[in-house]
């Protein structure tokens, strides 16, 4: 089945400091990418939406020169954590939709955890 | 704009009794449904979905859910929990037209605790 690869599953980072998030889909292309983040015991809030060759659509609220969004190709998008601060520690989830007949499915990397100390 | 509430944020049930998740969601237009479960530290697996047709939906690991109109409601259920199913439980709602760009709105997520 597709496979959304997400790295690290776990980062500890200082305050002040820059934090990658890599998700690459395996098997498929995905054109789009869906960026989430998680509080303790709280739903997944949407923060942005990456899409292959263009700029990323940041929900409302979200700082985009914080989390700063590329989608260098089909089967890459990172989320890079700039000047990080202890409230950024989340866990932070990437989904990618794939299609499937005529219906797009999702498919979720499997999260990552940011610490800021 | 959609939106999902699950009333329950935790669900606490015996070994081998039956459990439902409660689900209602709002929209102005027709919506995709699904359930998502959630163990410790990882990410979101796909339970079940209803996209159109036959309003009762099979998933894995023996639940189901029913997609109620009227009621505006997508309850999760199953007959007979086991302690592996303990993990929070997310309904999200897409608006219904199958395109790549759809956002998949969550719900606050339920906890089931099962207990032996």
């Known amino acids: 089945g597709a496979v959304v690869s997400q790295h690290p599953s776990r980062v500890i980072c200082k305050s002040g400091t820059s934090v990658k998030i890599e998700c690459r889909s395996l098997?498929?292309?995905?054109?789009?990418m869906f960026w989430y983040r998680q509080f303790p015991k709280q739903s997944l809030m949407l923060m942005a939406t990456s899409n292959e060759g263009s700029k990323a659509t940041y929900e409302q609220g979200v700082e985009k020169d914080k989390f700063l969004i590329n989608h260098a190709s089909l089967t890459l998008s990172t989320l890079t954590v700039t000047s990080a601060h202890p409230e950024d520690s989340s866990f932070y989830i990437c989904?990618?939709?794939?299609?499937?007949?005529?219906?797009?499915?999702?498919?979720f990397g499997s999260g990552t955890r940011l610490t800021v100390v | 704009a959609q939106s999902v509430t699950q009333l329950d944020s935790q669900v606490p049930v015996f070994e081998e009794a039956p459990v439902e998740l409660r689900c209602n969601y709002s929209?102005?237009?027709?919506?995709?449904l699904f359930w998502y479960v959630q163990y410790p530290n990882q990410g979101l697996q796909l339970l079940l979905k209803y996209l159109s047709g036959s309003t009762l939906v099979k998933g894995i690991n023996g639940f189901e859910a029913e997609f109620n109109k009227s009621q505006t409601s997508f309850h999760l259920r199953k007959p007979s929990v086991h302690i592996s199913d303990t993990a929070e439980y997310f309904c999200a709602v897409s608006e219904g037209y199958g395109g790549a760009t759809n956002k998949l709105i969550f719900g606050t997520g339920t906890l089931l605790a099962v207990q032996p």
């Open positions: 098997d498929f292309q995905a054109t789009t």
């Open positions: 929209s102005s237009v027709s919506v995709y």
């Open positions: 989904s990618a939709p794939r299609r499937t007949g005529s219906f797009y499915g999702y498919t």
